[in-house]
Structure formats: structure tokens, C-alpha cells
């Protein structure tokens, strides 16, 4: 789904990733690599492979729209060094002429030489007119000239039918200044938003990104 923020066209995708034209950027929030294999550890049965379905997912997106840049709005890695580290390495290699930026979450605890290695470019946050690019947001710093994009909270949406169904799905969720984007990753948690009456939402309903709310 494309939509106009700040005067600027965006693709919504149902992979939970916006596709900024104009900047040629790929962003994406909370993949949260390695948090299987901390269940793990503690004995809780995950699929181990659910890091790599992220990776092969990114891959995908990297390779249908060719971004000159691809913005992570914080928590890459779930915790410290562990294996998905070196899968990212590995993985990082097939795209060199692409740019990688992490804008740090409280998951992101490297070292900032460990993110040197893996040629990712470390932000506290990002200036990217009109956008500024965040982890969590702080809604108190609204800024008139800059528009918030953040993660973070991994907003889902409840979307009722006849009869009262209702399913609960990841969406992204806009207001007058700021956006907040769902988990890319497939093993994070979930926070259920209760639209503002002025809110865009938009949810991911398996291969479409459709219109909640809002124009």
C-alpha cells in the first residue's frame, strides 16, 4: 500500500517493512536475531531456524526493491554476542554495495566495534528529512519539523466482523507526528493499540497491508 507522509510516498509491505522511494531505503524494526536461541537456552522449546526465515525475508525485500540503504529502527540483535552475530556476517557479505543503519534499541548492547565489524552504522538516533528515526518513541519531543518513525512496541490492531469475530493483527500506526512501525522479526511480542480518533492504521493481513482507520 502506498501512502504520503510529510509529503513524501511510502510502500507499506505486508513483510512489515516500508519502502521509502525518494532515499531509496529499506526501514524495518525489532528483528530481534538470537531471541529464539535465548529460549533456548533456558529450555523453552523454539524453532531455532526462525533467525534465518528474518534473514531470508530481509533478502527477499533487499532483492525485489534494490535499496541504496536499509534503516533498522533499533533491536537488530536481542542481546549480546551470540550466534546470529556471525550468521549476519555471513549473510551481510552478499550485499556490499548496500548500506546498513541501526538506529540502537535497548536490545542492542554490542560493543560499538562489534557493529564496525559487521559493517553496520550505529545512530543514538537519525536525521533523515522529514523523518527523524528512533527506537522508542518520546512523545513529549514532538518536533514541528521532523516527523518520528520509530518501533519498539510492536503495535497489533483488533479488527472485528459479523457475527463478533475479531482477530488481532500487526500494524503500522500513524498520527500528525509520528509512526510506529510492526516487528520484523516472527518471535517478538505483541502490544495492542487503541487507535487516537485522528490515527492512520493500517494492517497486515497476510499477504496485503489494508486500511483500519483513518484516510
Not at 30 to 59: C, T, W, Y
Not at 89 to 100: D, E, G, N
Request: net charge positive; with cysteine.
Amino acid at each position: 500500500m502506498r501512502i504520503v507522509c510529510r509529503g513524501e510516498s511510502l510502500i507499506l509491505l505486508s513483510e512489515k517493512a516500508i519502502y521509502w522511494e525518494k532515499q531509496s531505503a529499506l526501514i524495518v524494526a525489532d528483528l530481534h536475531l538470537g531471541k529464539a536461541m535465548h529460549f533456548r537456552k533456558s529450555g523453552i522449546a523454539v524453532p531455532a531456524e526462525l533467525n534465518q526465515e528474518n534473514l531470508r525475508q530481509l533478502q527477499k525485500l533487499i532483492v525485489r526493491y534494490a535499496p541504496q540503504r536499509v534503516i533498522i529502527l533499533g533491536d537488530l540483535f536481542h542481546s549480546d554476542f551470540n550466534h546470529q552475530v556471525e550468521d549476519w556476517m555471513l549473510w551481510r557479505k552478499q550485499f556490499p554495495h548496500i548500506a546498513f543503519h541501526l538506529v540502537k534499541g535497548n536490545h542492542d548492547v554490542l560493543a560499538e566495534e562489534h557493529y564496525q565489524r559487521l559493517q553496520i552504522q550505529l545512530h543514538q538516533e537519525w536525521l533523515l528529512p522529514p523523518f527523524r528515526m528512533v527506537h522508542t518513541l518520546d512523545e513529549s519531543r514532538a518536533l514541528h519539523d521532523a516527523y518520528f518513525l520509530c518501533g519498539h512496541i510492536h503495535p497489533f490492531v483488533r479488527i472485528k466482523g459479523r457475527a463478533r469475530q475479531s482477530a488481532v493483527l500487526p500494524c503500522f500506526y500513524f498520527t500528525d507526528t509520528y509512526a510506529i512501525l510492526p516487528a520484523f522479526g516472527k518471535f517478538t511480542g505483541r502490544y495492542l493499540i487503541h487507535p487516537a480518533a485522528d490515527a492512520r492504521v493500517f494492517a497486515v493481513l497476510g499477504d496485503e497491508v489494508v486500511c483500519i482507520s483513518g484516510a
